[in-house]
């Protein structure tokens, strides 16, 4: 059996130095907000190449707090992909605003900028590229259009950690970015985990206090704020992880570069290659008329598989009367055919290529 993932397999090699971590925390008996988590801000701001990292509790917060910080009108609208994860929308909601959905590039499955320019109203505050599977969206073309149209880009990075354009890394392009630490993600925590980065004082400070209560200092409430604080343990697990996420993305890469090369072209629809994004494969997807049928004879053949995502966010029973009008035809494409299929940090070559064997005879 070829897992789609392991998550104890994945972790094994940091178990030693998790252990040690777990005690030096354990001794010293501050368990919220103390070093480990101003220190992890620190060095994945510096990663990213952003000026300020903001730990807190989970990935959807991340969202709504950068949302938040950047203090719209009430029921504003954002312009958000079709094809996305639902935490992308459900933080547009509950901070109280209104998810504008644009269709995504057939070819990247990221938004299709070219579409964007007609979905702006006088009502759309800002703009949510969503990089998903790992690789970032056109941001160079996204940025002219929010410049233009004096627009905030709030990126979703949950699924793009080391992500890059022209050697630019996600976190470093909006004016805020989310991202997550979900334990599937390539910098992944053993818990829920999530930071905001920034390169504006202004927005760092107010995503600081709202995660605290809305307080700056103890007892003393500024804003109407909220408990998501990034955990001293998983900030200490995700600074030893950090210090191999290079290592994780460069793993996936030649991984999926056995894809790439062994998938029969025309069989599968593989992901689009470009040299100017480095792609990290949070998600190997390919693409296929028939995506039920194949996930049944990998699973037959001793090979798990996922699909991310199976059912369109305006297609959720939660999404009823919220996204209602908003047709997707091409997200629902997208989302009736993808399989995604192993690819992590535990997967060996050799597996990898007895699964290429195996979907040729498909």
Known sequence: MIDYENLYKVNKPF????????????????????????????????????????????????LVLS??????PLRSEIIVPSNTYIASILAI????????????????????EKLIEKKITEKTKAIMPVHLYGRLCNMESIIEIADKHNLKIIEDAAQAHGAALRGKKAGAWGDLTAFSFYPT????????????????????????????????????????GFNSRLDELQAGFLRIKLKSLDKINSHKNKLAAIYNEELPEGKFIKPLIDKEYY???HIYNIRHNERDRLKAYLEKNGIKSDIHYPIAPNKQQAMSGILHGQETPIAQEIHSTTLSLPLSFCHSESEIRSVCRILKYF
């Open 185 to 224: 993600k390539n910098l992944g925590s053993l818990g829920d985990a999530g930071a905001v980065t920034t390169n504006n004082e202004h927005y760092a400070e107010k995503v600081r206090t709202l995660r605290n209560y809305g307080s700056k200092k103890k007892y003393y409430n500024e804003l109407p």
């Open 67 to 72: 949302i938040l910080a950047c203090d719209f």
């Open 15 to 62: 178990i030693k130095k998790y252990k040690g971590k777990f005690n030096s925390i354990l001794n010293k008996g501050w368990f919220i907000l103390g070093e480990e988590v101003s220190e992890f801000e620190k060095e994945f701001a510096e990663y990213c190449g952003a000026k300020y990292c903001i730990g807190v509790a989970n990935g959807l917060d991340a």
């Open 93 to 112: 909601i509950n901070a109280g605003h209104i998810p504008v959905l644009v269709e995504p590039d057939i070819q990247t499955y990221n938004i299709d």
């Open 279 to 281: 792609h990290v494969y």
